[in-house]
């Protein structure tokens, strides 16, 4: 790894601590959640719907098997290459009346792809119920995100449908936020770790008791059976959260900071899927991949700097991400992972960014690459087909670094499609 300045530093771990102060993963500012792609990047088709099965108060509902997912994960043949995954997730997942949600359901649903949304619980929750949020070490009721309005939450309810209704998944960003004092979440225990996590299922599951909205469609999920994984606020606490993780069954966790562009392995039984430090172009340093880093060392915090350095920043947030898709597509083939906020920052240029840098890999996969834009839940599913030896020889290679003489001669050593692939990889 190299060293990197300060700024590059920012970009990596005090870029996130900042979050705290500007509530990055959580200050936001709609859609009907009727349609549904031919397809997804999972390249599944539909299903054939059945009566919806209520569940608890009819907040949520079991519908079925999830639309527009792929077809069951194969291991790797030996001497295959491996698909360049792709994933790009959103921390917050709330919809404020700026249409940034659908935008982005609409961009997934034209390129045929999955994304991952990592829903805050408070989002489900009105103001005026927030004394029902107990957080550890803060004050009942106290969030350092905003509650939305009745509005917005209707809005978000709506999003969230149409997202699981077309492919994705929906994780868990929590809920308060704390990232700073004796109250952040990189202070919690594992006990505690788990009292967010089930209240931030109750929201989603008792949002209509909470609300008293009768006349909305329920959310078309069982949310104990869909939440597998999420990423914390600002990146912390993620030690102590794995042992609960763990406990509950999680298949992931995206929390960990200043990730590299290499496979990835587990963590304490959970896989560990970070966010990746990608070239930054100008500059010697590296930048985490996700769009409030880039303004972190752009602006310096600032969310509405002087509009004359949009366009030169928007260039290079967008070719940031992707030179780091083409440094993995063209080399070891690590999957690319991307976080994402729901925000206007700098004019909504770090938005534009992303869409441009998600247009130009879904055309590598028109062109015909084996490039699968995808969630995490369907990343690990793939993972867990995989056979122990051969995600261990993926993690030999470096960031960067191609298989000597080729992916056939490098794998070619795998084990046969008759041996029984197992999920404990490292």
């Known amino acids: ?73 194969e291991p790797l043949e030996p001497g295959q290459t491996p698909p360049q995954f792709v994933i790009f997730s959103w921390d917050g997942a709330g919809e404020v009346g700026n249409g940034l949600f659908p935008r982005f359901l609409d961009l997934a649903k034209e390129h045929g792809a999955a994304m991952t949304f990592f829903l805050s619980g408070l989002y489900l929750l009105p103001e005026s119920k927030k004394r029902l949020y107990d957080p550890p070490n803060n004050p009942r009721g106290a ?17 969230v449908r149409r997202a699981w209704l077309e492919g994705h998944e929906i994780g868990t960003h929590f809920n308060g936020h704390f990232c700073s004092g004796h109250g ?10 788990r009292s967010e996590i089930q209240q931030a299922k109750s929201f989603v599951k008792e949002w209509r008791t909470h609300t008293g909205w009768s006349e909305l469609p329920s959310l078309p999920f069982d949310y104990d059976k869909e939440l597998v994984g999420g990423r914390t606020p600002c990146l912390l606490g993620q030690n102590n959260l794995l042992p609960t993780a763990r406990e509950l069954g999680w298949r992931y966790d995206a929390s960990s900071p200043g990730g590299r562009q290499t496979w990835p392995g587990r963590k304490q039984g959970v896989w560990d899927l970070p966010l990746q430090q990608i070239p930054f172009p100008g500059h010697s340093f590296e930048v985490l991949s996700m769009d409030y880093n880039m303004l972190a060392n752009q602006s310096v915090n600032s969310t509405n700097a002087p ?20 440094r993995a597509y063209e080399t070891n083939r690590a999957p690319f992972f991307v976080g994402n906020h729901f925000e206007q920052w700098n004019g909504g240029i770090y938005m534009d960014a992303v869409e441009e840098a998600f247009k130009h890999i879904a055309r590598e996969k028109e062109k015909g690459a084996d490039v699968r834009l995808v969630s995490f ?32 001669t490098f794998l070619q050593d ?13």
């Open 1 to 73: 790894m190299r060293t990197l300045s300060r700024r590059g530093m920012l970009g990596l771990g005090a870029g996130a601590a900042a979050a705290a102060s500007l509530s990055a993963c959580g200050a936001l500012d709609s859609s009907d959640g009727s349609s549904h792609p031919s397809g997804s990047g999972a390249g599944g088709s539909g299903r054939t719907r059945q009566p919806d099965r209520p569940i608890g108060d009819g907040s949520t509902s079991f519908t079925g098997r999830q639309p527009h997912q792929p077809a069951k994960a």
């Open 143 to 159: 969030s350092d995100i905003g509650y939305l309005t009745d509005e917005h939450i209707k809005a978000t309810l709506a999003n």
């Open 184 to 193: 952040t979440v990189g202070n919690w225990t594992p006990a505690q770790w």
């Open 307 to 326: 509009a004359y350095h949009y366009p030169g920043w928007r260039t290079q947030a967008a070719n940031s991400y992707i030179s780091g898709f083409k």
């Open 377 to 408: 839940r369907q990343f690990v599913d793939w993972m867990d087909a995989q056979r122990p030896e051969v995600l261990g020889k993926l993690r030999t290679l470096d960031v960067g670094q191609a298989p000597a003489g080729g992916w056939k």
């Open 414 to 426: 795998a084990p046969s499609s008759s041996s029984s692939p197992s999920g404990q990889a490292a």
